[in-house]
């Protein structure tokens, strides 16, 4: 069974911009979850959805938002792109919470 | 809230030596416990868990066991690889968080020949 992707993984953009994230779960996971990866607050959850709902969220500011489509597949976008959101952004997968979650090979986010 | 604190690294060790990396927990309810591992420019492998007390989760050759009474989850491995080299991270889910992972800092591992 094919794992979770993620696209594109590597992405480079200027503050003020926005940006699309994509992450294709395993089949027949229908939940999906974000995670931002830094080296001074280390892994943070975002948010999670299950069946096209956002079911939790994270602490992080409104710029940063996210959908899950019919076929599960999920996309995060974040507009207003600050330096600091420069991150490896985790997308993970699962049949349902509190099931094991899988995790995709990240997308780095680079903002200049 | 819950939190989870695990021991800082660098941890460097040389090949086939035991490996101990620490983790301890703060929870308000019944969490599962994970370890994940990431090697370098890759995303989180799930590297063992356990749901519940006394619960040993086991993988690879790498230990953990599940102690409530001590609001432990230590990783353990009696014979370390070049090839464990990896960051090693100690996380927890609870219901009370919508099963969100909450991870610790993370402990680097260098492993030499």
């Known amino acids: 069974k094919a794992g979770v992707t993620q696209t594109p993984r590597y992405l480079i953009k200027t503050r003020g911009q926005q940006v699309t994230l994509s992450c294709s779960p395993i089949?027949?996971?229908?939940?999906v979850s974000w995670y931002q990866q830094t080296p001074g607050q280390g892994l943070q959850f975002l948010f999670e959805?299950?069946?096209?709902?956002?079911?939790n969220k994270g602490n992080f500011p409104g710029r940063f938002s996210g959908r899950q489509f019919s076929n599960s597949r999920s996309e995060m976008n974040v507009s207003t792109l600050e330096l600091g959101d420069s991150a490896l952004y985790l997308c993970?997968?699962?049949?349902?919470?509190?099931?094991?979650?899988?995790f995709g090979p990240g997308t780095r986010l680079t903002v200049l | 809230g819950n939190s989870v604190t695990q021991m800082e690294g660098p941890v460097t060790l040389s090949e086939e030596a035991f490996l101990t990396i620490n983790c301890t927990y703060t929870?308000?309810?019944?969490?599962?416990l994970f370890w994940y591992v990431q090697y370098p420019g890759e995303g989180l492998q799930l590297l063992l868990k356990?749901?519940?007390?006394?619960d040993k989760g086991s993988n690879k050759g790498f230990e953990a066991t599940y102690r409530k009474e001590t609001t432990s989850f230590h990783l353990e491995k009696g014979s370390v690889q070049v090839s464990d080299s990896a960051v090693y991270f100690c996380?927890?889910?609870?219901?009370?968080?919508?099963?969100?992972?909450?991870f610790g800092k993370g402990t680097s591992l260098l492993v030499t020949p």
């Open positions: 929870a308000t309810g019944y969490p599962s």
């Open positions: 993970a997968s699962s049949t349902d919470l509190p099931d094991t979650q899988y």
């Open positions: 959805y299950f069946s096209e709902t956002q079911r």
């Open positions: 089949s027949g996971h229908r939940s």
């Open positions: 356990a749901t519940k007390a006394d």
């Open positions: 996380a927890l889910t609870e219901a009370n968080s919508g099963y969100a992972l909450n």
